[in-house]
């Protein structure tokens, strides 16, 4: 099962924004292909045993990107596993680079209009704890487009249902095992 630049799939990462569906859409996709689901944010959590929100405001951003990058490469050796992954973590390179080694990597995509009317109530989401909320959400989605956009396959999440989200995604997956071989 290789691609021919050398990739090997073995994993299905969901990459984008808060808001964009990867946890409802990423179990499903699981669900569907029996793999093992595991969200990037919540090995972080278990891990420290601490939460998102504190990691951020007692340590900084920073320390919770190393987390990250560290759960990342763990990642690598992981087989029929559908990966969902925090908003930030592809704007590092280094991350994306290492979910591409054994994953496809699958961005879902929504306008910051679509996101804020999905995530405004949502208390736990450290980077909406700002004084305008919708103008951060549009700074981050412009500062972090360019990396998704190195995704395998883009989806808009506007006007799909989360099942037929993750029909295409594991559609998509199969699409891609099946030209490795």
């Excluded at 990597?105 to 999905?118: G, Y």
């Amino acid at each position: 099962m290789r691609m021919q630049n050398g990739r090997h799939l073995v994993n299905l990462a969901l990459i984008g924004f808060m808001g964009t569906g990867k946890t409802s859409v990423g179990r499903l996709v699981a669900d569907q292909l029996h793999f093992d689901y595991l969200d990037t944010d919540d090995l972080i959590q278990s891990s420290v045993g601490r939460s998102i929100a504190d990691i951020f405001k007692t340590d900084g951003e920073a320390a919770f990107r190393a987390l990250e990058k560290k759960v990342v490469a763990e990642l690598a050796n992981r087989t029929k596993t559908v990966i969902s992954t925090g908003g930030g973590l592809p704007a590092n390179t280094e991350n994306l680079a290492s979910l591409k080694t054994h994953a496809l990597t699958v961005c879902l995509w929504a306008s910051p209009e679509k996101i804020w009317e999905r995530v405004r109530n949502q208390s736990h989401r450290p980077l909406l704890h700002d004084a305008d909320p919708q103008k951060k959400i549009r700074e981050l989605l412009a500062l972090r487009e360019p990396f998704y956009k190195q995704a395998d396959v883009l989806m808009n999440t506007e006007i799909r249902t989360v099942r037929e989200m993750a029909q295409q995604v594991t559609h998509q997956f199969r699409l891609a095992i099946a030209g490795q071989k």
